[in-house]
């Protein structure tokens, strides 16, 4: 306070210090400013017996994802978006060599983990890769080695959803 004191003197202000106001003051001062068309509150509440009022319908959150391996590195990046339309991009560099499928096995691994930590129950999961959206589908066989690990991961993250569907997004639009 004393620093603010001397700063405020260059401009010729004097700092003073508050007192204690007493509560008959301000309710007198409060009272004296009433409004003349004032309506007390009311408190009767028409549906008592109602204990609470919850939607049942859940909107679902969505999940972009997208990995790439080339001669540069590899990556991923995730896009995890509420129904409201808030957005919450995540993404990571991988050190090790993976094939175009296997980084997008991971980005959806990352992107399903990352929806998990959030409790969130229901899921549209969009990806522009044919092989990997059709596999979690269930609607093409799971033939190479590299990825059969993949797929199993995934379909045991997805015991934690009550509801999840996998969406095939083609490149120009992901």
């Known amino acids: 306070m004393a620093r603010w004191q001397v ?11 508050q007192k204690a106001i007493k509560g008959s ?20 509440f028409p549906n008592e017996e109602l204990m609470y009022v919850a939607t049942t ?30 957005h919450y991009p995540f993404t990571c560099k991988l050190d090790f060599d993976y094939t175009n499928n296997m980084a997008e096995y991971e ?14 129950r229901t899921l549209e999961v ?10 979690l589908r269930g609607e093409w066989e799971t033939r190479d080695p590299k990825l059969i690990n993949y797929r199993k991961m995934v379909l045991e993250l997805l015991e934690e959803f009550d509801n999840i569907t996998f969406n095939y997004l083609p490149r120009d639009e992901n």
């Open 25 to 44: 003051a301000i309710v007198e001062f409060l009272a004296s400013k009433a409004l003349e068309d004032y309506e007390l509150l009311s408190f009767d």
């Open 7 to 17: 700063l405020l003197s260059e401009f010729d202000i004097v700092y003073v210090s």
């Open 107 to 120: 980005a959806c691994i990352m992107g399903i983990r990352v929806a998990k930590e959030r409790k969130i």
């Open 57 to 86: 319908e859940e909107y679902p959150w969505k999940l972009n994802f997208d990995g790439a391996s080339n001669a540069v590195g590899n990556g991923i990046g995730v896009v995890l978006v509420s129904p409201k339309g808030d």
């Open 126 to 135: 969009y990806g522009d890769s044919v092989l990997v959206i059709y596999q």
